[in-house]
């Protein structure tokens, strides 16, 4: 990889040259990353391209708020929002495929109360710890609520970006500049962070 730290500048000065350098460099990373997790998780090849596309956003995501003062450097940090974004995207695509990753155990293994299976299945999925359950009901109810009070035009903006459109398409799609778009969204994908990570913000 070039120098990150020049490309991130230089395309945050609007060069299109350092972002699509940029860019294909972190896209080769995040292409590694899929190709194993599909790898480990066969269910989920019919989904690669689907999975590529959408962790994608996280690549922008990285170069956007990546800052200098942080304790690590770009390669590590870009590592850290992509696989996130990858296992959130596995979970979410693993779903159809009708896996229950959570329970998934030996045949050969007893299930019982006071045996290691039992803790294993309940620790592993979430929805089985009344804090988490609870804490997920309360954002979930946060967000359809926030959604639900959006003006019309974030509606639609919103709606576009997850339909997947590029910020060209979006912004043809909605009449604006790609650039009005994507400070908008942007504005908006704060808030809905907000309203379900630190609602008191």
Sequence with gaps: MENPYELIYMSRMGDEWSRK???????????????SAVMAFRPLEPYREDILLEARLAILEAIENYRDDQDCGFRTFLSVVLQRKV??????????????LYNMVHLEDQIGESGEVYGAVAQNNPMNDPVYYLNYTLARD????????????????????????????????????????????????????????????
Aim: proline share 6%.
């Design 21 to 35: 350098t940029l860019f294909s460099e972190c896209d080769i990373v995040l292409r590694g990353m899929i190709n």
């Design 87 to 100: 296992y959130s995207l596995m979970r979410r695509y693993s779903a159809p495929c009708r896996v229950p």
């Design 142 to 201: 946060r967000l359809q609520d926030y959604v639900g009070h959006m003006k019309p035009e974030d509606r639609k903006i919103m709606d576009t970006w997850l339909s997947g459109c590029t910020y060209e398409e979006a912004g043809s799609r909605l009449k604006m500049s790609p650039r009005s778009y994507g400070g908008k969204l942007q504005r908006i994908r704060r808030d809905l962070r907000n309203v379900i990570i630190n609602p008191s913000a």
